[in-house]
């Protein structure tokens, strides 16, 4: 991403209400996989679910990234 880009994002992430809303829908998604992780047999699809609570995961950190990356 470039600068643009970040400071494209800081609408979202200095908007106290609409990025813990974001964060919210983020860990009920991340909670959701957990459980399908916790279920299932099939290891390519808990690898997938891996990987999309890592990304899920880094939405605790946006606000940090994007005001860095928008200077």
Same mark, same amino acid.
């Given at each position: 991403? *470039?600068?643009? $880009?970040?400071?494209?994002?800081? !609408?979202? /992430? *200095? $908007?106290? $209400?609409?990025?813990? !809303? !974001?964060? &919210?829908?983020? &860990?009920?998604?991340?909670? =959701?996989?957990?459980? !399908?992780?916790? =279920? $299932?047999? +099939?290891? +390519?699809? /808990?690898?997938? *679910?891996?990987?999309?609570?890592? #990304?899920?995961?880094?939405?605790? =950190?946006?606000? #940090? &990234? /994007?005001?860095?990356?928008?200077?």
């Amino acid at each position: 991403m *470039n600068q643009q $880009d970040y400071r494209s994002l800081l !609408l979202l /992430v *200095n $908007d106290r $209400d609409r990025y813990a !809303l !974001l964060k &919210e829908y983020a &860990e009920k998604r991340i909670n =959701t996989l957990l459980f !399908l992780i916790s =279920t $299932d047999n +099939d290891m +390519d699809r /808990v690898k997938r *679910n891996q990987g999309a609570i890592a #990304e899920l995961r880094k939405f605790a =950190t946006l606000k #940090e &990234e /994007v005001i860095k990356g928008a200077k």
